[in-house]
């Protein structure tokens, strides 16, 4: 069999779209992290960030990933990033599993990185579907191939913004068989975020290289 490579890319930029309403200072924080005044973003994220905010404690746990403001740490950026992760901040979520995933600032763990990874997917996370699509298609971290549920999580990661998605989409359709492709589109069509993504399929296990 043809070797696969499959990496999952740390996700180094920073959404500041927030999941629920900011506490006081969150955004003066963040507008400094961009403004790469990082002493005034830590002043302002670091009480947020002990007192629960998970969007805080996601920001801060870059800040330790990345070494901007505070000595680089991975082991305390891990611990922010889950953190907000079992709060459901789905950036997080998806940080901690390619954390897991990759050996970096973690204990390689693929079965661990599989369930942070879905349970941002699960929350519409496009990276996060992109990457537990890549999972499923080349039968790596223990998942099946199944190419169904890889063109289903491509489907949905596509329509969330993820051009690799789509290139990947495309690719394994030329693989397919016109009843694959319906019932990958089908599942796409009648999944609604925050519902479990299904974990086999019908036709999918069948496949060429």
Request: glycine share 10%; proline share 3%; hydrophobic share 45%.
């Amino acid at each position: 069999m043809k070797k696969q490579l499959f990496a999952v890319a740390f996700a180094c930029g920073l959404g500041l779209g927030m999941q629920a309403p900011a506490l006081a200072g969150f955004a003066e924080g963040a507008s400094a992290y961009n403004a790469r005044r990082y002493d005034v973003a830590l002043r302002e994220i670091m009480p947020l960030a002990k007192a629960g905010n998970a969007d805080a404690q996601h920001l801060l746990g870059l800040m330790y990933y990345m070494g901007r403001g505070v000595k680089r740490d991975y082991k305390t950026a891990l611990e922010w990033h889950r953190k907000a992760a079992v709060q459901g901040k789905a950036d997080a979520q998806y940080v901690v599993g390619a954390m897991y995933y990759t050996g970096n600032a973690a204990p390689q763990d693929h079965k661990i990185a599989v369930q942070w990874f879905r349970r941002a997917a699960e929350q519409g996370h496009a990276d996060a579907q992109h990457a537990l699509g890549l999972m499923y298609r080349y039968h790596v971290a223990g998942m099946p191939q199944d190419v169904v549920i890889a063109y289903m999580l491509w489907n949905l990661s596509s329509a969330g913004g993820n051009t690799n998605a789509t290139e990947q989409r495309a690719a394994v359709a030329r693989l397919m068989t016109q009843e694959q492709i319906e019932e990958a589109q089908a599942l796409s069509r009648n999944w609604k975020p925050g519902t479990a993504l299904p974990t086999t399929s019908r036709s999918g296990a069948a496949v060429g290289n």
